[in-house]
C-alpha cells in the first residue's frame, strides 16, 4: 500500500491561511490607490440598498445582513459606528473616494433609517470584493488593520494633492485623524543582564494582541505580556558595550495610550506537531473598566490617562476552521446600554449573556473616563 504523501511544511499552512487576508488586503489597497489623482472615484453599477421592512426596528439600533458570511465585517462595522468619534469623521470627511461615501451611506442609513436592518453589498463592492469574496470569513483583526490602512492612504492622498508645494506635503500627516484615536507607541526593550545597558526600540501599535495560554483573565494576560523573558544560551543577544552575546531580559511596555484602545485575544493557534491550527476555549474574564497605568513605561506619569471602560466585545463562537462572530457593543453617546448585534439581529444585552463570550464582565463602581476598550475575543 503507497504511504500517504506527508503533510506540507508549517510555513506553507500559514502562507495558504494568510493566503485569503492578502488577497483582502490586495483588493482594499487596490481601490485606495485610486485615490490618487482626482481622488474622485465612482461605485460599481449596482442596486438599490435593500431595507428589512417586515420587522420593527430594534429601539437598540439597526441590524446588518449577512452576504453570506460576513459576520465578522458586521460585528466590526458596528463597533465602529458607535464609536462617536469616528461616526463624526466619517460623516465630516469631504473624500470623493468610493470607499468612504459608501461607508457615510452606510452609517446614515444605520443612523437615520426606520429599518430593522440594512444591507452592506454597496460598501463591498466600492472594497472590490466580488460575490465569492463575501462567502469567505476572515479575520477581524485583520479586516480592521487593512481598513484603516485603506482610509489612511485615502486621507494622505487627498492631503498631499491638495498641499501647495512638495516641501510642504511632507510636513503633512501620514496617518489620518481617524488611526490617530487608535494608536499607541510600544517601548520593545533588551535589557543586558551583565552590564545592564538598556537598548530600546519604539514602535507604534493599533492593537495590543495578548497570549492567553496561561491567563484566566484580561488582567493576567496584560501582566504576562510587559513581563520581562529571560534570553540566554543558545538565544543570548549581542551586547554592543560587553562585545559578546550575553544574558538579556526582552520586555514589552506601554509609551503612550490610544484613546480607543483595541485588546485581541490571541485564541487562534498553530500546532507545529500536528501542522493543524486550533482554537483556545477557555474562560478569559474582561473587567467592565480597566487601569492600563500598570503596564506602562512610566507607571508614575500622571499626564497620561490610563482609566478605560469597555463598550465593546467582539466575539467569535466555532472552532479554527469557521465559525460565526457577533458584538456586544455599549451605545455609549446616546442610550448608553449594551445591545447584541447578530447581523441583521439586534436585541438588548442580558447580563446572563455575558458567559457566552467565556468573559463573565466583572463589575466594578469606579468612574473611569470615559476611554473605550474594544475587546476582540477572538
Known sequence: MEAPPPPPPPTRVRQQRAAGAEDMKAQLARKASAATGSGEQTAPPQRAARFDLARERSPCGCGLENQGATCYMNSLLQTLFYIPEFRRFVYQWGSKHVITKELQKLFARMQAGKWASTETRALTLSFGWTEADAFQQQDVQELLRVLFEALDFIYTSAVIEAADSPGAAAALPTTSPITALFSGILVDAKHCLVCNRVKTRIDPYSDISLVIDAASSVEEALAQFVAPETLQNENSVFCEACNRNTPTAKYFRLKTLPQILTIQLKRFQYDTVTWRRFKINKNVSYPLQLDMAPFLDDPSDMSVETRYELFS????SGGAFGGHYQAFV????????????????????????????????QKTTDNARPLAVTLIVC
Open 330 to 361: 455599549k451605545d455609549v453617546a446616546a442610550r448608553n446600554q449594551w445591545a447584541r448585534f447578530n447581523d441583521s439581529q439586534v436585541t438588548p444585552l442580558v447580563e446572563a449573556e455575558w458567559e457566552s463570550g467565556f468573559g463573565g464582565a
Open 313 to 316: 466585545v467582539l466575539l467569535h
